[in-house]
């Protein structure tokens, strides 16, 4: 890593940045009030606020958004003429899953073999120290040179679009010349990536219905629909016998053209088992980048603990589907719902309910901020190349501000790396990442605004 006065600065923030993770980590700021209580969402957006107050941000304001959540604005003024950089995070996080599968608390940050674990640790609690660390170093090299506005989302998660609501409706309070988004990951640790494209995504909630009540399985099971089996049935439509997707009139045969991601080394991201094959078809990156691909999140049935021998009548599933990039979000979740309408076997009901979707998102990386990122990260990480891969995950809100500002430059950079296995148990950030990245986005904000000079 640089030597320089400003990599030194960086590194001796990075205590009080991990200082600070922890106490937002702390926050179970699960933006779901059935899992979670919604005090404790608000009480990290209020920690938020005050920490942009008290590194001197003007106009900040807790957003009350159309999906019941809270997002967190702030302005921080540069010098006059200067460039608007708009840096996003979000203090929500995914639910915890299995508390005990973890090793340590995941509310609690904890330090283990050179790593900090936590729920929201990389995604994306630890975004926002990465802006909020940047920012710092600057402050102690002659300033911030662009104008700055944060904002941090509160249901990134939950994919239920209060952010692209609220700036849709206020277009003007995110306007930006560039937008840092500070929530994806290099594509291995120590090296630097940008993300071009993001997959959509839409979920969908499945109900079967089949009986007035639950039967006897002795005395009724053979003749009697079971609606369990029927959502198995439905379910199991949606693969193909190699485990590619097959929704009814979506394509899923698009290639990815880039850095690509050798099948050994995703094998050992994904711990895969010995033994176990993975799924579909084409490369790797096609598959997870290019392609659409669906999920069984849920599925509400009785537990095979305490189960009675019983023919269900109602069983319920949610179902997510992400959507590559040059599909429309809208148009594949119509496919969807027909298609799980259409599979239902023996007449069972099929109730369908939308709740929650997305459009993907493809960046123009010739844009001129991608040459100052391309500097920034070369020097923040000791002459290694900027890669550019995909990502399959969802941020919505890329795509809405790709639409309110088409002008502005989109970059996508963050902590989510292979390691920190965001959305599992034993979520993790990399301190040496955190540093690392801090320094780049300051080296990013110099360069950026001297080549708009």
């Known amino acids: 890593m640089s030597d320089s006065p400003l990599a030194r600065t960086v ?15 702390a926050f179970k700021s699960v933006a779901d009030p059935d899992q979670f209580p919604r005090s404790e969402c608000e009480a990290a957006a209020n920690w938020v606020a005050d920490a942009l107050r008290a590194d001197g941000f003007q106009d900040v304001a807790l957003l009350d958004t159309p999906d019941g959540t809270q997002s967190v604005y702030g302005f921080l003024p ?10 996003y995070a979000h203090y929500d996080v995914q639910p915890p899953l299995d508390e005990a599968a973890w090793l340590s608390p995941p509310f609690e940050l904890t330090e283990r073999d050179g790593r900090w674990y936590g729920r929201g640790a990389a995604d994306c609690k630890g975004g926002l120290l990465m802006h909020l660390t940047a920012l710092r170093a600057l402050k102690e090299h002659g300033g911030v040179p662009v104008n700055v506005k944060v904002i941090v989302e509160g249901s990134e998660e939950q994919g239920t679009g209060g952010l692209e609501r609220y700036a849709e409706a206020h277009p003007e309070l995110l306007t930006a010349d560039t937008i840092v988004i500070g929530d994806t990951g290099n594509f291995r640790v120590g090296l630097p990536t940008v993300t071009a494209t993001l997959r959509g995504m839409t979920l969908v909630r499945v109900t079967v219905d089949t009986l007035g009540g639950n039967l006897h399985s002795g005395q009724f099971g053979g003749a009697a629909p079971d609606a369990l089996a ?4 439905i379910l199991d439509s949606l693969r193909a016998d190699d485990g590619s997707t097959t929704v009814n009139g979506l ?3 698009a290639t990815w053209v880039g850095l690509q991601y050798p099948e050994e080394e995703f094998r050992k991201d994904a711990k895969v088992l010995d033994g176990v094959g993975l799924i579909g078809n084409g490369t790797v990156a096609d598959r997870i980048w290019a392609r659409p691909a669906v999920t069984v999140l849920g599925i509400d049935c009785p537990p095979v603990i305490g189960a009675t021998p019983s023919v269900q009548a109602g069983a319920r599933a949610l179902v997510s589907l992400r959507v590559p990039p040059g599909t429309d979000a809208g148009e594949a979740t119509k496919l969807l719902l027909a298609h799980l309408e259409n599979a239902a076997p023996w007449g069972a009901r099929v109730t369908l309910e939308q709740i929650g979707q997305g459009q993907a998102f493809r960046a123009d990386t010739s844009s001129p901020a991608y040459a100052s990122m391309a500097s920034a990260l070369h020097e923040a990480y000791d002459g290694e190349e900027m890669q550019t891969s995909g990502m399959g995950g969802s941020i919505p809100l890329c795509n809405t501000l790709a639409g309110l500002y088409p002008e502005a430059e989109i970059l996508l950079i963050g902590l989510s790396e292979p390691d920190a296995q965001i959305h599992a148990v034993n979520e993790s950030v990399s301190p040496q ?4 990245l801090s320094l780049a986005e300051a080296l990013f904000l110099q360069q950026y605004a001297a080549s708009r000079a």
Do not use: F, M, N, Y
């Open 433 to 436: 990442e955190l540093e690392r």
């Open 230 to 233: 029927a959502l198995i049935r």
């Open 251 to 253: 394509a899923a045969d």
């Open 78 to 87: 540069g010098p006059a003429g200067a460039p608007t950089v708009l840096l």
């Open 11 to 25: 590194a001796s923030l990075q205590p009080r940045a991990l200082t600070e993770l922890a106490e937002l980590v």
